[in-house]
């Protein structure tokens, strides 16, 4: 499997619509990276302060192959775009790996 993260850094001059987040954004996601191997996209909210996050996605991927196919995929596009519906943060990208 492959796991990514895509954090949302806590800023006070920023806001973050968590209903939209859940209720739009992670099925977008669902839609157009399932089909290609994505897994399950889970979002959790911990505390943004002190220097915390509005939000964390964890994106679990079957393999390799299936994140690299999303990354390329032509719904991608659609899905970085959504960003701006929810925040003006701009989303940090991590790779999980095995310990």
């Not at 099925?27 to 990276?33: F, K, S, T």
């Not at 089909?35 to 964890?58: D, K, M, Q, R």
């Not at 079957?62 to 899905?79: C, G, H, R, W, Y």
Request: aromatic share 12%; glycine share 6%; with cysteine.
């Amino acid at each position: 499997m492959t796991t990514i993260f895509v954090t949302y850094p806590a800023d006070p001059d920023a806001s973050f619509d968590r209903a939209y987040y859940t209720s739009h954004h992670i099925p977008l996601v669902n839609r157009a990276w399932g089909p290609l191997g994505l897994i399950s996209a889970t979002a959790f909210f911990p505390s943004p302060v002190p220097n915390g996050n509005y939000a964390i996605c964890e994106c679990v991927f079957k393999d390799e192959i299936a994140f690299q196919a999303a990354l390329a995929s032509p719904d991608t596009p659609a899905v970085m775009d959504d960003v701006k519906n929810f925040t003006a943060i701009i989303p940090v990208i991590l790779r999980g790996g095995a310990l």
